[in-house]
């Protein structure tokens, strides 16, 4: 399985330690600074610079433990559940353009589908054609049906047909969505309208995952933030969490939504999403 790999900052982290322990203690600046480049958000890196500054003259050890259990307990209780969908259920995937969503939901469909999962895919993007053909390719390749329609159908249709025949099958429904701006109400309102669709089903159970891009440092916070207002979030998945990514803004957008981050993208290939694991990215975040 794949695994997530040390990012950019990380190695920044462990230039600024340094392989052998200093013999003068850090400077709180030093720290602070350093912390800002991680993504993390304003007010989480005061709350974790207010415990470690007191640990700066133990050195480097202790800061980095530090750092990691703080970011631990203020996780981990958004993980006493691990991600579970029943049968027949519907995951609808959200997020702006260029996030990667297309390619999650083939992704996740590949994940479910290991599980024993049946899974439908719902090709909602119906403003971008290059997104319908995109997800019949995945589809194809993964063996997995696809409801799709015309270039600029109504996407709540197309959605609300993917659910009628998921729940026929007994099969999880995954459903693209447009990507859109957080700042383009209309587009939002349709993205609220197909969920009102759904919801019109009283056997609906609906998971909303909203899709970041690992890349995209502090837009990634602002765009929880927006998509929030609109939608209720259950959950993120981050992609593109490679080599240049650092990770901080989905530990700041995860515990300011106060919901988990599901998976993490690490690669190209289908199987190259894996389940969220606190441990794991932490450790690969603080680069211990």
């Known amino acids: 399985m794949a695994e997530v790999q040390q ?25 602070e600074a350093l912390l800002y ?23 480097q050890e202790a800061v980095l433990q530090s750092l990691f259990d703080q970011t631990k307990a203020l996780l981990e209780p958004l993980y006493q559940q691990p991600f579970t969908t029943q049968v027949p259920s519907a995951v609808l995937l959200l997020g ?43 589809a194809d390749k993964l ?18 047909e993917g659910w009628q025949k998921a729940k026929a099958q007994n099969a999880v429904l995954i459903a693209d969505t447009a990507g859109r701006l957080h700042t383009q ?12 669709v759904l919801q019109k089903d009283p056997a609906l159970v609906l998971q909303n995952l909203l899709v970041l891009d690992g890349t995209n440092g502090q837009n990634a916070l602002i765009q929880s933030k927006e998509f929030s207002k609109d939608i209720p979030i ?32 690490v690669g190209e290939k289908e199987s190259d999403f894996v389940p969220f694991e606190v441990d794991s990215f932490l450790h690969s975040f603080y680069g211990i």
């Not at 480049?37 to 050195?59: E, F, H, V, Y």
């Not at 587009?187 to 969920?195: D, G, N, R, T």
């Open 7 to 31: 990012s950019s900052w990380s190695s920044k982290v462990r230039s600024f330690f340094g392989a052998k322990p200093r013999q003068d203690p850090f400077a709180p600046e030093e720290l």
């Open 37 to 59: 480049q991680s993504d993390l958000s304003i007010a989480l890196i005061q709350t974790l610079l207010k415990q470690t500054r007191p640990l700066l003259k133990k050195g």
């Open 96 to 138: 702006i353009n260029g996030a990667g969503k297309t390619t999650s939901v083939a992704r996740l469909g590949h994940y479910l589908k290991s599980q024993g999962r049946n899974v439908v895919f719902a090709a909602g993007d119906t403003f971008r054609a290059g997104a319908i053909d995109q997800l019949q390719l995945w």
């Open 143 to 160: 063996g997995i049906v696809c409801v799709k329609a015309d270039y600029k159908s109504d996407p709540a249709s197309v959605i609300f």
């Open 185 to 196: 109400s209309p587009l939002m309102e349709q993205l609220s309208k197909i969920v009102r």
């Open 234 to 265: 259950d959950g993120l998945i981050m992609t593109k969490l490679d080599g240049s990514s650092k990770g901080g803004a989905v530990i700041s957008s995860s515990l300011e939504l106060q919901v988990p981050i599901q998976f993490v993208g």
